[in-house]
């Protein structure tokens, strides 16, 4: 099936410390979403975005839809333990009664 | 906690079987999708429901079929189960059915806390 570029697909990095990933698509969107997933457990949404050029943000969290709605990136500041876990980006083609296009994730770990 | 219930938890079975899951929406969503995650792979769509009919279809085996009942929760049945079935099943809702062109917050989905299904 179709799938949005999630990158990276993996990161290590020391408590404290900024972390950026992005999805992009090629077509376009109308709608990002960003999940966060603990081991076993069901993607907890983070952030949405509805509108281009959006910048939204949750606590340490941010996220921004692209001006050209072909992508979308998630910060998060400042990173702690608790902050691992395995982050989506999602969206939704502009052309209506579509569902959800999931990336394939990316694995955080945080070093304490 | 979504409000997105799922049931049961974790289920075990053997090849040929047939199961069902269950999943009840968040108090006032129309919409249920259905979604199947394998190890260490994203989640792949399998198929939407609006209130009570279906909406969108996507890689869902013939083996699998789902509804939506008047009381708005789902049932998505699995049958003649194979090994590679084994899978986290999970279950979203939204508020509207995602027919927009423009993007809406009545078209976010939130998810249950999924179904783990192990085929022996």
């Known amino acids: 099936g179709q799938q949005l570029n999630q990158s990276p697909q993996s990161m290590f990095i020391q408590e404290g410390e900024d972390v950026s990933m992005n999805c992009t698509s090629s077509?376009?969107?109308?709608?990002w979403l960003w999940y966060k997933q603990d081991p076993g457990e069901g993607p907890v949404l983070l952030i949405a975005?509805?509108?281009?050029?959006e910048l939204t943000s949750n606590g340490r969290l941010t996220a921004q839809f692209g001006i050209t709605r072909k992508d979308s990136f998630l910060n998060i500041s400042a990173s702690i333990p608790s902050d691992v876990g395995i982050y989506f980006c999602a969206g939704r083609w502009s052309s209506g009664n579509t569902p959800l296009v999931f990336g394939k994730g990316t694995r955080l770990s945080v070093i304490a | 906690d979504s409000g997105v219930t799922q049931t049961p938890k974790h289920l075990i079975t053997a090849t040929g079987q047939r199961v069902t899951l269950r999943c009840s929406p968040r108090s006032g969503d129309l919409s249920v999708y259905w979604y199947q995650q394998s190890l260490d792979q994203g989640l792949q769509f399998l198929i939407q429901y609006y209130n009570g009919e279906e909406r969108a279809k996507g890689n869902i085996l013939e083996r699998f079929s789902a509804q939506q009942f008047p009381d708005l929760h789902s049932e998505l049945n699995l049958s003649s189960l194979e090994l590679g079935d084994s899978a986290l099943y999970f279950c979203?809702?939204?508020?509207?059915?995602?027919?927009?062109?423009?993007?809406?917050?009545?078209?976010?989905?939130?998810f249950g806390p999924g179904t783990r299904l192990t085929v022996l």
């Open positions: 979203a809702s939204s508020v509207a059915g995602g027919a927009r062109t423009s993007g809406d917050r009545t078209d976010t989905q939130y």
């Open positions: 077509s376009i969107f109308n709608t």
């Open positions: 975005l509805y509108k281009a050029g």
